[in-house]
């Protein structure tokens, strides 16, 4: 069974940082596409970035590029988001999500989220 | 960027009733469209993709229609496990783009 935990959100300062961690279990983690999602309350998903299966490749969406990095360790079945420069406006739930091995980008496996504060 | 406005935001409906969501793209996206069930506390659940496969586990009281800008998701006789908020995503251009969703919920 596929399991995607998230953890280190939390409460963070205007401008702070926060690192947050996905660890994977269930399937081969090093031969997927893995990627970031975000939701407000009452508002609809939000794709924040994208990783390729060996790390080498990494996507992001406008409104982080710049101040989120996306990473993982295979070795260690965990993904990553570094957040720096947080805003008020980054303040949501986060999803870790395990991208299909079948044609297409969609997302098949979903984390129950970590909730990320932003707010002074 | 591709907009998907779902609608209606909310469904109220008796449980072994139909129920009969729509999910509407800005611009064409082909069949390239997945459809999410989100419950409180638990993570979303994968339910169809490319517009009409149903996922791994998918009971077939739910079934996706649709091409090009007009996709359907239809639950053929609601459960009380079915009452949740459902998600459309496509995934033909970048940036992924989801709906605002719909909820589904007890008449």
């Known amino acids: 069974e596929v399991q995607l935990v998230e953890s280190g959100g939390g409460l963070v300062q205007p401008g702070g940082s926060l690192r947050l961690s996905c660890a994977a279990s269930?399937?081969?983690?090093?031969?997927?596409?893995m990627h970031w999602v975000r939701q407000t309350p009452g508002k609809g998903p939000v794709w924040v970035s994208r990783?390729?299966?060996?790390?080498?490749?990494?996507n992001y969406a406008d409104s982080v590029t710049g101040r989120f990095t996306i990473s993982r360790d295979n070795a260690k079945n965990t993904l990553y988001l570094q957040m720096h420069s947080l805003r008020a406006e980054d303040t949501a739930v986060y999803y870790c999500?395990?991208?299909?091995?079948?044609?297409?980008?969609?997302?098949?496996?979903w984390g129950q989220g970590t909730l990320v504060t932003v707010s002074s | 960027e591709i907009v998907l406005t779902q609608s209606p935001a909310t469904l109220s409906v008796s449980p072994g009733e139909r129920a009969t969501l729509s999910c509407r793209a800005s611009?064409?996206?082909?069949?390239?469209l997945a459809w999410y069930q989100k419950k409180p506390g638990q993570a979303p659940r994968l339910l169809i993709f490319g517009a009409s496969a149903r996922a791994t586990g998918v009971p077939a009281r739910f079934s996706g229609s649709g091409s090009e800008t007009e996709f359907t998701l239809t639950i053929s006789s609601l459960q009380s496990e079915d009452f949740a908020i459902y998600y459309c995503?496509?995934?033909?251009?970048?940036?992924?783009?989801f709906g605002g969703g719909t909820k589904a919920e007890i008449k």
């Open positions: 990783i390729k299966s060996d790390g080498s490749l990494t």
């Open positions: 611009q064409s996206i082909s069949r390239n």
């Open positions: 269930g399937f081969t983690f090093s031969n997927y596409w």
């Open positions: 999500a395990k991208e299909t091995d079948l044609s297409g980008n969609f997302i098949d496996h």
């Open positions: 995503q496509q995934y033909n251009n970048w940036p992924l783009t």
